[in-house]
């Protein structure tokens, strides 16, 4: 007898969490991604022998759950935890101390990135982990769920009995308004999806060959009154272990409004204004970077959630949701947690 199968959409903390989840129940799960790698916001790259990591920075392990899973579940070997604090600033970068309470939670990552959270997800589930598949559609038939994607290879002629979807809402939207699902309320899952609002935001790493002779005590410092070009400033050298390659690296959030006026520049273009700002903040003369390094995100991280009942009302069909545009912050924990919840209802619900 064939078990029931499991399609995930998204290969971000959230559908790896859940295809974790199920690694011990009686389904099949296959994952599907569009990019070439795990982990999704939670990303790392590598440049000039240097790893760093450009969307999420670390994880807080402040449920039981999850510092189980991180801490005995998954391997540990290449876990550290940063110790520094993160500090604040305002729009003249008056820079002070952070928030005692939310500084006293441990910050974990990996020394090669805390992209390294995904990768031990993916291996320590069951799934088969599709990457470089961009899911273009769903379609439903008597067989169950299909998944339509960009390439003839990709898993359109699989029936699934059911599936997950993880990405952020505006893509799930753009992949339901090209289905044909039959039975499926989309009108409320649309706008249950609509609801959900996301920043746009350019992050640069900026490269130094020698040590900055002036720095702040924080790991990382962040805008208090989200009125300065920078949103959120790091040293990548303050995460033990990091290979670097000799240099000093800063990772360089930019704020909101700031990367919606010059979403559509260059990243060449941007380098001496994002050079300027990180080195006045840190009180730092003008100097060039020895090597720099970008990424545009579309949606960075949400700021106001999706409606979570709305996207519940196809479950007892077989599609699910996930992911941090149910939480409304970009936060690699509570997507874990959206995406475990989710595994068990769909456990609950195909396996007796």
Not at 13 to 24: C, E, H, I, V, Y
Not at 195 to 212: E, I, S, V
Not at 324 to 338: F, H, I, N, Q, Y
Request: proline letters at 6%.
């Amino acid at each position: 007898m064939s078990v029931p199968r499991v399609a995930i959409i998204g290969a971000g903390p959230s559908g790896l969490a859940a295809a974790w989840r199920l690694r011990d129940a009686p389904v099949a799960v296959t994952v599907f991604e569009k990019s070439r790698g795990v982990a999704g916001r939670a990303a790392s790259r590598t440049r000039h022998e240097a790893r760093f990591d450009y969307g999420a920075n670390y994880i807080k392990l402040d449920t039981p759950e999850l510092e189980n899973i991180v801490q005995q579940q998954l391997p540990v070997d290449d876990l550290v935890q940063i110790l520094g604090n993160v500090g604040t600033f305002d729009k003249a970068g008056l820079i002070a101390p952070g928030d005692p309470a939310q500084n006293r939670q441990a910050k974990w990552t990996y020394a090669s990135g805390i992209s390294t959270l995904g990768k031990h997800l993916a291996a320590a589930s069951a799934a088969d982990v599709r990457l470089a598949t961009r899911v273009t559609a769903l379609s439903t038939d008597a067989q169950g769920w299909h998944i339509a994607t960009d390439e003839a290879a990709g898993g359109d002629k699989l029936a699934f009995d059911a599936v997950l979807m993880t990405p952020p809402a505006p893509q799930s939207r753009d992949i339901l308004a090209s289905s044909d699902i039959g039975g499926v309320d989309l009108p409320t899952i649309d706008a249950a999806l609509a609801k959900a609002r996301y920043h746009r935001q350019w992050c640069f790493a900026l490269g130094f060959q020698q040590p900055l002779e002036s720095r702040p005590d924080s790991f990382a410092l962040i805008n208090s009154d989200r009125d300065h070009a920078i949103a959120w400033l790091s040293f990548e050298n303050d995460k033990p272990g990091r290979p670097l390659g000799g240099s000093t690296v800063i990772m360089v959030q930019m704020s909101p409004d700031w990367s919606e006026r010059h979403f559509d520049a260059t990243a060449e273009e941007l380098l001496p204004e994002v050079r300027g700002a990180a080195l006045s903040l840190l009180g730092l003369d003008d100097r060039p970077v020895g090597w720099f390094d970008s990424q545009r995100w579309g949606y960075a991280h949400p700021y106001e959630p999706a409606d979570r009942n709305g996207l519940s009302v196809a479950e007892h069909q077989g599609l699910f949701f996930a992911g941090d545009a149910l939480v409304g912050k970009g936060r690699v924990g509570e997507s874990m947690l959206t995406g475990l919840r989710a595994a068990e209802r769909i456990a609950a619900q195909l396996v007796e």
